[in-house]
């Protein structure tokens, strides 16, 4: 598991003020946690549902990033550009609501 500090000079990015990532690019304006998620997909992880990937969060990472959800769900969009949100819902469940 990388550090922050590790993930952030990997992929030469900062974060602002507000903690999320200040460049613009595939990243801009998302926690670190979509950084972190995304380099664990990029090594083989999480679950590929076609639309996104979906990680089950661990305890480990419940503490590291301050949150209580199940699952952490990574989109990359057609553009390249890569989002995340942390979910307690199941995969069925979000896709109803984009429906």
Same mark, same amino acid.
């Given at each position: 598991m990388k550090t922050d500090r590790e993930l952030l000079q990997e992929y030469g990015v900062t974060l602002n003020s507000h &903690?999320?990532?200040?460049?613009?690019?595939?990243?801009?304006?998302?926690?670190?946690?979509?950084?972190?998620?995304?380099?664990?997909?990029? &090594?083989?992880?999480?679950?590929?549902?076609?639309?996104?990937?979906?990680?089950?969060v661990s305890e480990k990472e419940k503490i590291r990033f301050t949150v209580e959800e199940k699952y952490f769900y990574l989109e990359v969009s057609d553009e390249g550009f890569v989002s995340g949100e942390f979910s307690d819902k199941d995969y069925e469940a979000i896709e109803s609501e984009v429906e």
């Open positions: &903690n999320v990532i200040a460049e613009l690019g595939k990243f801009e304006h998302e926690p670190i946690e979509t950084l972190y998620y995304y380099d664990a997909m990029l &090594n083989g992880d999480g679950e590929d549902l076609g639309d996104m990937v979906k990680f089950e």
